[in-house]
C-alpha cells in the first residue's frame, strides 16, 4: 500500500483520469472519475494550465481532502519575466530579468499557502530571489521596457540554438544508436 499523502503537480482544469495521475489515485482506492470533477470544478475560475502543487491525504474510507497550494516560484517567475523557460546554464546565461516588485508580489501570493504561513516575509522574498538565480533570471531594481523587449528579442534567437543544437545532439545521439 502506497502513503497515505499524495503530493503531485496538477494543471488547472485539467485533471484527467489517464497517467499520471489516474494511476496515482487509483493505487490509492480514491474515485478517480469523482476526484478529477471535483478538482476542475474547483479550479474552474483559475487560468487554465497553471500547475498547482497539490497534497491529497486519502483517509480509511477512501474519502480525500485536498489541498491546493499556489503555483511553483518558478511558474511565476518565469510570468513575471516574459520568459518561455529558465536558463539552459543558470550563472552563466540569463533567462529574464525580474524587478524587487515582482519578487515581493510573488512572496505576497506565496505566503498563503499552509507551509509558509509562520514565515515572514522578508524570507519568502529571499526565497524567491534564490529560486531566481537558480532559474537563470535576474532580480534586478528597475527595468526599462523598451531595453528589456530588445533583451526577450535576442533570448528568443537564444532558445531557437539552443533547440537546434539539442536536436541535432538528439540526432547524432540516435545514429551511434542503430
Not at 485539467?14 to 476526484?35: E, H, K, M, S, Y
Not at 487560468?47 to 499556489?70: F, N
Amino acid at each position: 500500500m502506497h502513503g497515505a499523502t499524495l503530493r503531485t503537480y496538477i494543471k488547472t482544469q485539467c485533471a484527467v483520469a489517464g497517467p499520471p495521475l489516474g494511476p496515482q489515485l487509483g493505487q490509492r482506492g480514491i474515485n478517480i472519475a469523482a476526484f478529477c470533477k471535483d478538482f476542475n470544478e474547483r479550479t474552474k475560475d483559475m487560468k487554465s494550465g497553471v500547475p498547482l502543487p497539490c497534497r491529497i491525504t486519502v483517509r480509511a474510507d477512501r474519502s480525500y481532502e485536498l489541498v491546493m497550494h499556489q503555483p511553483p516560484n518558478t511558474y511565476f517567475l518565469k510570468q513575471a519575466a516574459g520568459a518561455v523557460r529558465g536558463a539552459m546554464r543558470p550563472g552563466k546565461e540569463v533567462a529574464g530579468k525580474v524587478t524587487l516588485k515582482h519578487v515581493y508580489e510573488i512572496a505576497k501570493i506565496k505566503s498563503q499557502d499552509p507551509p509558509l504561513h509562520e514565515i515572514d516575509l522578508k524570507d519568502i522574498c529571499q526565497m524567491v530571489i534564490r529560486t531566481a538565480r537558480s532559474v537563470g533570471i535576474e532580480v534586478v531594481r528597475d527595468l526599462d521596457p523598451v531595453e528589456y523587449g530588445e533583451f526577450l528579442e535576442q533570448r528568443q534567437e537564444e532558445i531557437k540554438t539552443q533547440d537546434e543544437e539539442l536536436a541535432a545532439a538528439r540526432e547524432a545521439k540516435m545514429l551511434r544508436t542503430k
